[in-house]
């Protein structure tokens, strides 16, 4: 077999990314990562682009001449400090080692390549990028998207398709606020001694709770809801607390809403005569917290297949580069050679949904109550709040 390399690189909000493919089999060779926060702390953001690139290639026998083609994709607008006209900037490609002739795909978004990084090239499957926030996004034929739904716009990975991006703009920063706000120091020190983060003990002692047995049921609007009803003057809420409850029901709870949330996206899609089949997760949370995972099954009645991927932004942008560079006729034909998803798969418990349901409804009724008009309390002391901030 000949072996055809590219490399996919991610410019997040969060992280750098890339990776390292071969496209003729699909293999992901070397990957690597590193916080945006170093360059936001000074660091040279060229340099740190070459450091990332350049350890794609540690303990290899494949040399950066070796690569055909390079794929960017961004949350934002691509920097200047990547690439000019068209081309691998010349600092960049000498300090790594890459033809300066080398073929530069960019200005692909990051959430829209990320669907092919699982095989999504077609409609009615919904991907969950999960990190800090959530972003739900799926692909759908309708030729007259609903405006209702924010994040409706057409998409270059499939052509004719409109492609839906909702927020849930609270998850992995929902959980860590809580563990920096209102776990005590004694789960700390239990955490030490179990050589656990503090998020592995809490979801060690949340899974042995039943559905429903704490008593809670929380709003995962910590920080507004830019989703379904475009507010973010809307806030978090925790109902049903009492002296004996415990941290770990309260990190169930708030798990569970966020999962309410993305059950509430599915429907509102459904209800907006958008298909919603099938359920996929990529993202850092998708890959540590089966407990999470197994939740959204539960309350969404959805199996949930997981990104084969670590970076399926990185990996996503290289699959649409072997396409731009003829390797491939098309992005069906791609994906059939590269990207995927884990064997094991999330599967509803029945006894769970059952449960789930219920809780479901009682959710959607505070949703209802809270952010669509029943009592504004949530705007007018948000009002107090930024009178108080001057």
């Known amino acids: 077999m000949n072996h055809v390399y590219l490399i996919g690189i991610h410019l997040g909000m969060s992280n750098l990314s890339a990776v390292l493919i071969d496209a003729k089999d699909g293999r992901e060779i070397s990957n690597g990562s590193v916080s945006s926060d170093i360059i936001g702390n000074g660091e040279n953001p060229i340099s740190i682009r070459i450091q990332l690139i350049s350890s794609l290639f540690k303990n290899s026998s494949i040399l950066p001449s070796d690569v055909i083609g390079i794929g960017i994709a961004t949350a934002k607008s691509?920097?200047?400090?990547?690439?000019?006209?068209?081309?691998?900037?010349?600092?960049?490609?000498?300090?790594?080692?890459?033809?300066?002739?080398?073929?530069?795909t960019a200005?692909?978004?990051?959430?829209?390549?990320?669907?092919?990084?699982?095989g999504i090239v077609e409609s009615a499957k919904m991907l969950m990028i999960m990190g800090e926030t959530t972003y739900n996004v799926i692909l759908d034929n309708n030729n007259n998207p609903t405006q209702k739904l924010l994040g409706a716009v057409r998409t270059d990975v499939a052509p004719g398709y409109t492609c839906y991006e909702i927020e849930?703009?609270?998850?992995?920063?929902?959980?860590?606020w809580f563990v920096k706000n209102c776990v005590p120091e004694s789960y700390y020190r239990e955490a030490s001694a179990l050589e656990m983060t503090i998020h592995q003990l809490?979801?060690?002692?949340?899974?042995l709770q039943k559905v429903g047995e704490s008593g809670l049921l929380a709003l995962d609007w910590w920080n507004g809801n830019k989703g379904i009803l475009k507010n973010e003057n809307l806030s978090g809420m925790l109902l049903g607390m009492c002296l004996d409850t415990r941290p770990e029901e309260v990190y169930r709870a708030l798990?569970?809403?966020?999962?309410?949330?993305?059950?509430?996206?599915?429907?509102?899609?459904?209800?907006?005569?958008?298909?919603?089949?099938?359920?996929?997760?990529?993202?850092?949370?998708?890959?540590?917290d089966p407990f999470m995972l197994q939740t959204y099954a539960d309350v969404t009645n959805m199996d949930i297949r997981v990104s084969l991927t670590k970076y399926a932004p990185a990996y996503g942008v290289a699959m649409q580069t072997a396409v731009d560079c003829g390797i491939y006729k098309n992005?069906?034909?791609?994906?059939?050679?590269?990207?995927?998803?884990?064997?094991?798969?999330?599967?509803?418990?029945?006894?769970?949904?059952?449960?789930?349901?219920?809780?479901?409804?009682?959710?959607?009724?505070?949703?209802?109550?809270?952010?669509?008009?029943?009592?504004?309390?949530?705007?007018?002391?948000?009002?107090?709040?930024?009178?108080?901030?001057?």
Not at 348 to 357: G, L, R, S
């Open 78 to 104: 691509l920097e200047p400090t990547i690439i000019s006209n068209g081309k691998l900037i010349p600092e960049i490609a000498d300090a790594i080692g890459f033809n300066r002739d080398i073929i530069v």
């Open 107 to 118: 200005n692909h978004i990051d959430m829209q390549v990320s669907l092919l990084a699982v």
């Open 168 to 176: 849930q703009s609270s998850v992995g920063d929902h959980f860590d």
């Open 202 to 207: 809490l979801r060690s002692k949340a899974e």
């Open 255 to 288: 798990i569970e809403a966020t999962a309410y949330g993305t059950r509430n996206i599915i429907e509102e899609l459904r209800e907006n005569n958008v298909l919603v089949n099938e359920l996929y997760a990529t993202g850092s949370i998708s890959r540590k």
């Open 331 to 390: 992005i069906q034909e791609c994906k059939n050679v590269m990207g995927g998803v884990m064997t094991y798969v999330y599967k509803p418990i029945k006894e769970n949904v059952e449960a789930y349901d219920k809780l479901f409804s009682e959710y959607k009724k505070l949703h209802n109550y809270f952010g669509c008009g029943g009592n504004n309390i949530m705007q007018i002391l948000n009002g107090f709040k930024k009178k108080s901030d001057i």
